[in-house]
């Protein structure tokens, strides 16, 4: 059996050679599991962000189909001034409107405009009043409705607190003072417990709950939980 004596922990304290020797020897040991290490985490992070990217992806092509948007928008909003399923909701396409999924009501001049938003976005009353402005000049121009209503929608979907107030306000002046709202509708899932997305319909809540769980375990594993 190896041991390790006092005497040996003597010769060693005196033998500054010996000494020397073992403190390079554990640098090398200390760098080579630092590079190790290193090389672990960037790709546990490069794992896990693509299985993030995934994720977002699966719930942007959702995004691209009317009956989980219909579902969506029931799941988690009350929409007063008509009824909204899959049968009565179309899909629409406006180069004017490339970032944003737009949404009609058939038989009705009623437009969703739905943007996906990953990171707080500190412009979003402003690009959110622009598309609309710029969607219902379309629609006035070339398709002659009367008077068209646009219901803007965020999905946020980022970890980070969305603390943008979206009531802000511009003013201008066209002959008399007025105001003008720049709102928006947000559905931030961070403002919601599992339990309440889990007994929700459309399938983007499934991908909202792994995204969650995602994050709880890398909490987990950076604090050893």
Not at 102 to 119: A, G, H, Q
Request: with cysteine; net charge positive.
């Amino acid at each position: 059996m190896q041991i390790f004596t006092y005497n040996d922990y003597l010769d060693y304290i005196s033998n500054k050679k010996i000494k020397k020797l073992i403190q390079n020897q554990n640098k090398k040991v200390n760098t080579k599991e630092s590079i190790e290490k290193s090389k672990q985490e960037a790709k546990e992070k490069d794992m896990t962000e693509k299985i993030k990217e995934n994720l977002d992806k699966n719930i942007e092509e959702l995004l691209e189909d009317e009956q989980e948007v219909s579902k969506i928008i029931n799941d988690y909003f009350k929409i007063q001034i008509c009824d909204i399923n899959s049968e009565n909701l179309e899909k629409k396409q406006f180069k004017e409107n490339k970032k944003s999924k737009i949404f009609k009501v058939k038989e009705k001049d009623i437009y969703f405009i739905i943007k996906l938003e990953k990171t707080p976005n500190y412009n979003i009353p402003y690009i959110i009043f622009n598309e609309c402005i710029e969607l219902i000049k379309k629609l006035k121009e070339d398709y002659k409705e009367k008077k068209p209503v646009i219901i803007p929608i965020i999905i946020y979907i980022g970890n980070e607190k969305w603390n943008i107030q979206h009531n802000n306000r511009i003013r201008y002046t066209s002959f008399e003072e007025n105001n003008m709202e720049l709102g928006y509708n947000i559905l931030d899932f961070n403002l919601y417990k599992t339990k309440e997305i889990k007994s929700k319909k459309s399938k983007i809540n499934k991908y909202i709950l792994l995204k969650k769980e995602m994050k709880i375990y890398l909490i987990d594993e950076k604090y050893n939980l």
